[in-house]
């Protein structure tokens, strides 16, 4: 990780813990559990960005699924981009707070040989899709529910003890870096991201 990164990193830790707290909902359920100190699955302190050097990022991840658009999606087709896949749930107060950060990323880098993808963990297509309207999502999401093969496939790179995290995978399909909790900024994201496109 770069010192610029490093920096980066800390000075925006405390400012996307804050934006998380600010901007939920007080009336959503999950959110108000959030903020009382339940057992959301999302623990403010437990945020963690991690890079995964090119040596040690093991094999690709294999997974498929449904998309709310009832279409197929596998990662067989997503190699040769990297792929951000972001784990989250419509009642998820931080998985909110960061849905216009992904999609402002997505739309940065979508010509650029970058697949964005979401599973969703928890709602079935018409929740998921009032999501993506109400929040401007333009990237599908793997409906991963009722079988969770999708959140499998991932549990040895990041077991989902906190949503929402997002994988960044490279382009032969292997983990290459995560971020644990909500995303709190484009800034690293995109960095994440574009260090990844310049991998030969």
Request: include cysteine; aromatic fraction near 8%.
């Amino acid at each position: 990780m770069t010192s610029r990164m490093k920096k980066t990193i800390a000075s925006i830790m405390v400012a996307g813990t804050a934006l998380a707290l600010s901007a939920c909902s007080p009336t959503d359920p999950a959110t108000e559990q959030f903020l009382n100190g339940g057992n959301s699955g999302y623990i403010t302190d437990t945020y963690q960005v991690v890079e995964i050097p090119e040596s040690q990022r093991g094999e690709p991840i294999v997974f498929e699924g449904e998309t709310e658009y009832g279409d197929a999606v596998s990662s067989n087709e997503l190699l040769g981009d990297v792929v951000v896949v972001n784990f989250w749930y419509a009642a998820c107060g931080p998985c909110r707070v960061e849905a216009p950060v992904l999609e402002a990323v997505h739309q940065e880098y979508k010509d650029a040989g970058v697949s964005f993808i979401g599973v969703n963990t928890s709602d079935l297509a018409d929740t998921a899709l009032s999501f993506a309207d109400n929040f401007g999502v333009t990237y599908p999401s793997i409906l991963d529910v009722k079988t969770g093969e999708v959140e499998l496939a991932f549990a040895a790179v990041a077991p989902m003890t906190a949503t929402p995290t997002t994988i960044i995978l490279d382009k032969q399909g292997r983990a290459a870096a995560r971020i644990i909790s909500a995303v709190p900024d484009e800034s690293i994201l995109s960095t994440l991201v574009r260090e990844l496109t310049e991998e030969s």
